[in-house]
């Protein structure tokens, strides 16, 4: 069967993330990028299941500015076949992208498509279920283990306070969390042989879909520094310091 | 603890800008080498590093290879770490293609090299000795040694070590004593080798030594020493592992630094004799090793460049949280992170400076050693060669002098707690400090660099350096008023050069002693005005490509800054150095031995 993964550019987790100085958004201009951490355990996840002879096909595609070509050699060189990139201008919602991958999925025709849960950036967790709902699919968010038979899905969710398993019906839509698997150290020979893999570049407008956005970002600003603790001299203090200065119990 | 995170910006920008990354794609064979591609090379290498081998790091420092019963064990995790190192295939990428490696080119490796000794000298000697194995075997050992052992080799499943070190020959290999007695289609070595790097450790399958030795009836000297294979699991004819060859790991030292790899010395043949290969025909071994120098020596050099730009990262990692003090001239007010104190901001920015100029020259000395190679224009060729025949003492040098000096500069950036081993900067100055010593001492490079290399042609190639570099500062012109200090620095230390070359070239044949007596300074002279050289190349492309909207201003605007300041506070010292040139040697050599 067919797999498509979706994967996101975002600034690396390691960077510390500045503030613009107008308060427009964030600095990412000449910032190391890299891949949502979440995508990458949905390719790995996709990587895998062609090595156990289920997948026989890996299509990545990714949403965003054109240095996005990058992220998909990424995911290609961890094993997908070919990818396909939509060059729309950054800041794209997820109710558009969720629309651009309907595009693609329509097709695509993928037995199942995995996502992020979310992207580390505007942790929005948004598309995957937008795709699902779009596409009339069902859905399973969240997801540590998935387990395809023939034409359904055993999949287990990480639920507040436990885990839920569920059978969804293929095709259909799920989405990784951290605890699905742990992404392999891309080799070089792949690194090599990626650059030679296809892939495609399509603008929006080709695949009939706005990406006009439909959110106004008034100002982005850096969280309050925490101020600094106090040592409280016994218990007595510390609950009545909770009582009235915390007021959390 | 800061956490390593690989420069690649600058790497980028010296790949492309200055080393001429793009020329060397255009060479035959690396086509398929293209700037994105190394750009994801050294992406995921750095992403390795950072998240593999820096870990470990510390780990390999405290607790060091340990041996008993002749088994040496790993620091903890280093056997995990190695198995992921050649899962991923890095043990290959310089290695030959039609032995499973990638054959990228030197340029990209030596800047892949640089990250691993960044984040852990220790773990990355092994592949660095395997690789130099694989170069020795290459050139000189026949198609059937090759099918043997070079597979695995390059794979990583098998490591390799040089053994050239005996108690009594150290630098003078002349004193090699090892014996090598024929045995059929084999030979029978008996002698102890010592300083083996990797000698005997659990991370791979098998090892194989590249061993100096003598045989019977040899010459005296250099010209009676002759290299062998000897692996410690003997290899059957299938390529199979077969039963274990007379090696002994008897003691491992106790070290200054890089304790997480086993320094060994090794018994040979302490019971049956241990069975070796002659690589290509006897008495030719020295010579053999010779032609891996170059490789070995620019490796060396960018281990100074590694550790620098490490101390480099964890000085300021430091100095931007460490509050402490007011600013100048404040009596009131908060306390500041002590990046806001002048003296901290120079030391940070010598670390800086010298770094980028030991990257920069590395870099371009690996592309010009890439060009000598394939290049398909034989003058193109003899040319490139001259010049890494010429940086090569000064690579492994200078850059590994100047990684002492920033490592130390670290700990001073750190204060009394970098005096404490907790803090972590101490580590990278006992690191470093071995690289100045091995692979031929500071004294034997510069002792290469003014006999070998300058007076040899009569400075021929470093007069043609020497020219270029003024075309670069005339070219500094136009970075305006801000840069008049800079160029004259350059333009004085490029004069002090120019004087001390013609010096030595004048006075060596007639007294070699003399030109001796001052080589490390003439080598330190040549290091610091090279670094001048290129970054003021850097200097004058940074300030071209600022009027280009979409460049990096930040990265470009701090290159220059950079630039200026290793031209008006390290440049300054060239002339020091000059002068000693000059007449530094008369004291030297007038002292008498009972005199001291």
């Not at chain 1, 067919?2 to 987790?13: E, G």
């Not at chain 2, 290879?65 to 991923?88: C, H, M, N, S, W």
């Not at chain 2, 230390?493 to 001390?500: G, P, R, V, Y």
């Amino acid at each position: 069967m067919k797999v498509l993964v979706t994967v996101k550019r975002v600034i690396d987790p390691y960077v510390k993330v500045r503030v613009k100085s107008d308060g427009s958004g964030v600095e990412t201009a000449n910032i190391k990028m890299t891949m949502n951490p979440f995508c990458e355990i949905a390719v790995e996840q996709a990587v895998r299941m062609k090595e156990a002879g289920i997948v026989t096909e890996i299509v990545v595609v990714s949403v965003g500015v054109p240095q996005s070509q990058e992220t998909l050699r990424t995911a290609m060189a961890m094993g997908a076949d070919r990818g396909i990139l939509v060059d729309a201008p950054a800041g794209v919602e997820p109710l558009a992208v969720a629309k651009l991958v309907k595009a693609i999925i329509e097709k695509e025709k993928p037995q199942l498509v995995i996502t992020g849960k979310q992207a580390i950036d505007d942790d929005s967790n948004q598309t995957g279920q937008m795709i699902a709902a779009l596409m009339g699919w069902p859905q399973a968010t969240f997801i540590s283990n998935v387990t395809v038979n023939g034409d359904s899905a055993e999949v287990t969710r990480e639920i507040d306070g436990g885990l839920e398993k569920l059978t969804i019906k293929l095709p259909a839509v799920v989405t990784s969390d951290l605890r699905l698997n742990e992404p392999r150290y891309v080799t070089l020979p792949n690194i090599m042989k990626a650059k030679k893999k296809p892939l495609e570049v399509l603008k929006p407008e080709a695949l009939g879909v706005d990406v006009t956005p439909r959110l106004k970002t008034l100002k982005v600003q850096e969280p309050p520094s925490r101020s600094a603790g106090v040592k409280v001299a016994d218990v007595k203090e510390l609950i009545a310091k909770l009582k009235n200065e915390a007021r959390i119990i | 603890m800061s956490t390593y995170s690989a420069p690649l910006k600058d790497m980028q920008f010296v790949l492309r800008e200055l080393a001429g990354l793009q020329e060397v794609s255009a060479l035959p064979g690396w086509q398929d080498v293209t700037p994105e591609v190394v750009d994801a090379v050294l992406a995921e290498a750095g992403k390795f590093a950072q998240e593999v081998l820096d870990p470990l790091n510390r780990i390999g420092d405290t607790q060091g290879a340990r041996l008993a019963q002749g088994k040496v064990t790993a620091p903890d995790g280093y056997v995990q770490a190695y198995r992921k190192f050649i899962e991923a295939g890095w043990n290959g990428l310089a290695g030959d293609t039609r032995y499973g490696g990638q054959g990228l080119p030197h340029v990209v490796s030596t800047a892949v090299q640089e990250i691993w000794n960044s984040a852990n000298m220790s773990f990355c000697l092994a592949p660095m000795l395997t690789s130099g194995v694989l170069e020795a075997l290459r050139h000189h050992a026949s198609p059937e040694q090759q099918a043997l052992y070079m597979p695995n080799l390059t794979a990583g499943a098998w490591s390799g070590t040089m053994n050239l070190t005996e108690p009594q020959a150290g630098s003078d290999l002349s004193a090699v004593r090892t014996q090598a007695v024929r045995d059929g289609d084999h030979y029978r070595l008996r002698g102890t080798k010592i300083f083996i790097t990797w000698g005997e450790h659990d991370m791979s399958e098998n090892i194989v030594h590249l061993v100096l030795a003598r045989t019977p009836n040899a010459p005296e000297g250099v010209k009676g020493i002759s290299l062998f294979i000897v692996p410690k699991f003997l290899v059957n004819r299938d390529g199979t592992r077969g039963e274990r060859n007379d090696i002994t790991c008897v003691s491992i030292e106790h070290k200054m630094g890089i304790r997480g790899s086993p320094t060994c010395v090794l018994a040979y043949g302490e019971a049956k004799g241990a069975i070796g290969y002659l690589i290509g025909e006897e008495n030719r071994g020295l010579e053999y090793m010779f032609t891996m120098m170059n490789h070995a020596r620019l490796g060396v050099g960018v281990e100074g460049l590694g550790i620098a730009e490490r101390a480099y990262q964890h000085a300021l990692a430091h100095a931007r949280t460490r509050v402490q003090g007011r600013e100048i001239g404040q009596r009131s007010g908060d306390r500041v992170t002590i990046i806001h104190h002048p003296d901290v901001k120079r030391m940070l920015l010598s670390m800086k400076a010298q770094t980028e100029a030991m990257r920069a020259l590395a870099y371009v000395a690996a592309a010009a050693l890439d060009k000598a190679r394939v290049h398909p224009d034989r003058t193109e060729q003899r040319r490139n060669q001259a010049l890494v025949d010429l940086l090569t003492p000064i690579v492994k040098g200078w850059c590994t002098e100047q990684g002492v000096e920033v490592a130390s500069t670290g700990v001073q950036v750190h204060g009394g707690m970098g005096f404490i081993e907790e803090s972590g900067a101490a580590q990278y100055l006992r690191d470093a400090r071995i690289t100045t010593i091995y692979e031929g001492t500071t004294g034997i490079q510069a002792n290469d660099l003014v006999g070998r290399k300058v007076a040899f042609e009569k400075g021929a190639t470093a007069m043609a350096v020497i020219g270029d570099m003024r075309g670069v500062n005339a070219r500094l012109e136009r970075l305006g008023s801000e840069f008049v200090s800079a160029r004259k620095a350059f333009s004085e230390a490029i004069d002090s050069l120019e004087s001390a070359t013609r010096w030595l070239v004048e006075h060596y044949a007639a007294s070699p002693n003399a030109a001796a007596a001052v080589a490390v300074p003439y080598l330190k002279l040549f290091g610091i005005v090279a670094g001048g050289w290129v970054m003021a190349r850097a200097a004058v492309i940074a300030h071209d490509k600022l009027s280009d909207a979409k460049s990096d201003a930040r990265f470009l605007s701090a290159k220059i800054i950079t630039a200026r300041f290793y031209a008006e506070h390290i440049l300054t010292g060239a002339r020091g150095f000059a002068d000693t040139v000059l007449s530094g040697s008369a004291s030297v050599l007038a002292l008498d031995e009972g005199q001291f």
